[in-house]
């Protein structure tokens, strides 16, 4: 029996090799897109090291108390740290006390296991805590982090763990894994599998929340409308955004308008095989031949900046009211 991840079967051959030969090491670090399936495959092999009734060497039944627990990310073994708000960081008192944690004989299940999600976002002083611990790591605990990348982290750290780093997986096998696996109509899985760009994770997000689609299509046509709008009027939407973003996530907001900005500089390269919001082929098509090639590079590049300002929480207002007035102009 696989684990219950998409794609990814070269890295789950690999973990499911070490279990069976005796040979995990105390330190993995997982590494690769935000959504492409970096903590799902730490918690697969979690419940892989702790199983108490595993049907086969590598592996885990799913149904034991330890299994349950680990999926709930309550297990009394399980320590999981990551930052407390969207965007921030981890801080080195949240370290500190998984130390003090870690020190301690495994409650119930083999191992006490340390799960750090997006571990790139860990301070200076967060990090060189960790080092320590991974220079002396007690014999029954291991370590899982996850991070963009190998190359955020301390090089220090990196060189201290086993790194596994995660590709999206082909449009079609996402596809496939949701029709399959998920249930999702044809249709549905190609387009979230389009939109999610092989990530899984993103994928399987817009699957559950009901108001997707729904979403979606109001903050498209918002952009759509917002080209041929005033200076008055891009302003005032500009307000209403703010108002609205504990509700909408701006960020969520402004990388649905990436994608769709994209799609339309894709059309006019004389590439339509490459858009994510497949179901808007006729707008990006009209679009395309309407925004000059120049004003939509410039929007995309405020619509990166955008986002990067979110991250750090930066005064939303100013930033929202700068993104709308270097909106392309229809010609």
Known sequence: MSW????????????????????????????????????????EFAKAINCTNPPDPGNYCGTCSICRHIA????????????????????????????????????EARYRIALLLNFHRANANAQNALLKTLEEAPAKVILLL???????????????????????????????????????????AALYAHIANGRPGIALRLASDPKTDEKRTNWIGQLQDALGYSIQQKLKLSENLNKEKNAEPLGDILKVWTSFVRDILLMQAGKPAGIVNIDYDDEISALANKVSREDLLRFLKE???????????????????NLFLSLPVLQ
């Open 72 to 107: 709930a990310l309550q297990q009394a073994d399980l320590h999981v740290i990551s930052s407390d708000t969207e965007g921030g960081m981890i801080k080195v008192d949240q370290m500190r006390e998984l130390q003090r944690s870690l020190i301690l004989t495994p409650y």
């Open 303 to 321: 619509l990166t900046r955008s986002l990067d300002l979110v991250e750090i929480n930066a005064n939303p207002r100013l930033m929202l009211d």
């Open 4 to 43: 219950n991840l998409i794609g990814h079967a070269w890295a789950e051959k690999i973990l499911r090799q070490h279990l069976k030969n005796g040979d995990v090491h105390h330190a993995y670090l997982f590494t690769g897109a935000p959504g492409v399936g970096r903590r799902s495959l730490a918690l």
């Open 146 to 188: 996850t991070a963009d990348s190998a190359e955020s982290l301390l090089p220090t750290i990196s060189s201290r763990c086993e790194i596994l780093r995660l590709r999206p997986v082909s449009i079609e096998t996402l596809a496939s894994a949701l029709v399959e696996q998920h249930q999702l109509p044809p249709e549905k």
